[in-house]
């Protein structure tokens, strides 16, 4: 399976986060500011990644990757998402990038994967990525979970294999 694994990050933290990802599913990687639908077509699983920002809000790289996402025909593509966030800090925005990529991403007609993640051992208080008391991608925590983040990896990329 062909895969890709583009983000968006300022700091570094979800840039990591995508390398450690493309790298267990032996995986492209770009920047989420070259995202085009022509490109994405090249690929079987895109695996779409963010940090959360502000008070819930896209990494910038995202601000005109979304539109060109939300507008693509992925039918017949998988497409998962990740990110991370500050579940202290932002209790109630915590990951909600990826919460807005996934709706993005909905209406592809692609079939969306690696979700249905357990909120269980998380702390906070409010997520746009939580769906039906669940995480729609793999949520993490850089700044207050960072020794759960290679296990969460792990165990996330296997449910996309």
Known sequence: MKT???FG???GDCERI?????????????NVSELSDADMQAYDLIVLGSSTWGYGDL????????STL???????KKV???????????????CN???????????TGATMVGGGLSTDSYEFSDSAAVRDNAFVGLALDEVNQ????????????????
């Open 4 to 6: 890709v694994v583009y």
């Open 9 to 11: 990050s300022t700091t």
């Open 18 to 30: 995508a390398k450690s990802i493309a790298s267990k599913l032996n995986a492209d990687i770009h």
């Open 59 to 66: 990494q910038d790289d995202w601000e005109g990757a979304i």
């Open 70 to 76: 939300s507008s693509a025909n992925l039918a017949g």
């Open 80 to 94: 998962a998402v990740f990110g991370c966030g500050d579940s202290a800090s932002y209790s109630d925005t915590y």
């Open 97 to 107: 990038a990826i919460g807005l990529i996934y709706d993005a991403a909905s209406t």
């Open 146 to 161: 960072p020794e759960l983040t290679d296990s969460r990896i792990d165990a996330w990329v296997k449910t996309l294999l």
